[in-house]
């Protein structure tokens, strides 16, 4: 889904306003220059939220297959060391000129996304893809409900989680009750992630913070990885594939996402993030030959109701600020 660009400076109702005043509304800082940021801008917030979306979960549908290689722990450390190089070749972040609360959010950042790597690694070692992600985005639903400050967000909220619950089958009894706690623990990492995604989109220009909070999770995971897989980490075909991993699950999607929370709330971000379960059973179903049943279509059904709907008030919200005052 994309919608059309806004002009710096300007709303629009198919795109968010940009420059100080959209910022000051929203609680996000603007684009560089108070515009899009190049072509990815032309995809909108929401766009780009979804294209994250997407690459994330068909990179997780990857990670599993690689997981007999070189186990969890293994996997997150090649996502992360690679995703890693990538953004420090292509950012060349700035070291110099940041205060210490810069560098101090860069590295809460890191270690939210290294957290939320490893437990959501170990929970689908555990569990199924499904399940997992489903257990894993409760914590941004729960975001969107104690950030919100208005009602209809919570109606959102609460028809994406019945969503959520139904595509876990109505509960999760039957699943291994540290798989379900890993997921859990991600999700909370999950909202921690959108929280300092934002402050940090805020303090370093373009994706130089995330590249610089990536290096950061990285290192943390470096000696994991390779307590875990030794020499495995260094084959060429598993150097390949969690390459490949790295790019669909960090650089892509940490990188739209990074752009899009400087233009959209982060209530609206986290129930956007919702159809997480959605695209992980589509993933699922495509890579992994995991068929949908009916009451998993029901709830994906909901899920994207939820989004939608988001969506909607938001761009509504707009619109009704962009009209002028009847004097």
């Known amino acids: 889904m994309s919608t059309s660009r806004a002009t710096p400076g300007t709303s629009s109702p198919a795109a968010p306003a940009t420059g100080p005043e959209a910022a000051q509304a929203v609680g996000h800082a603007p684009a560089p220059g108070g515009a899009p940021t190049g072509r990815w801008g032309a995809l909108g917030p929401v766009g780009l939220v979804l294209a994250g979306g997407v690459s ?113 089958g109505g509960g999760f009894d039957g699943l291994d009750p540290a798989g379900t706690a890993f997921a859990l623990g991600a999700g909370a990492m999950w909202a921690a992630y959108i929280v300092f995604s934002a402050r940090t989109g805020r303090r370093f220009p373009q994706a130089d913070g995330l590249a610089l909070a990536m290096a950061v999770g990285a290192v943390l995971f470096l000696p994991l990885g390779i307590a875990e897989a030794g020499t495995g980490l260094i084959d060429p075909v598993t150097l390949g594939l969690g390459a490949g991993v790295a790019l669909l699950s960090s650089v892509l999607p940490y990188t739209l996402e990074l752009l899009a929370l400087r233009r959209l709330p982060a209530p609206t971000f986290a129930i956007l993030m919702s159809l997480e379960p959605a695209i992980a059973a589509a993933a699922g179903f495509l890579v992994l030959d995991q068929a949908l049943t009916a009451t998993q279509s029901a709830a994906i059904a909901l899920v994207i109701a939820a989004s939608m709907g988001a969506v909607r008030t938001q761009v509504g919200r707009r619109r009704a600020k962009a009209l002028p005052e009847v004097s």
């Open 56 to 168: 994330v979960q068909f990179g997780a549908a990857l990670a599993v297959s690689l997981m007999p290689r070189v186990g969890a722990l293994g996997v997150v450390t090649l996502r992360l060391v690679v995703a890693a190089v990538v953004l420090l070749l292509v950012c060349r972040p700035r070291l110099r000129g940041h205060s210490r609360t810069d560098w101090g959010t860069v590295v809460a950042f890191g270690i939210a996304m290294a957290g939320m790597n490893g437990l959501f690694y170990q929970a689908v070692d555990r569990i199924p893809l499904g399940p997992a992600v489903t257990l894993e985005v409760l914590g941004p639903l729960a975001l969107s409900v104690f950030a919100s400050r208005r009602a209809i967000n919570l109606v959102w909220a609460a028809l994406a989680l019945a969503g959520v619950f139904l595509l876990g």
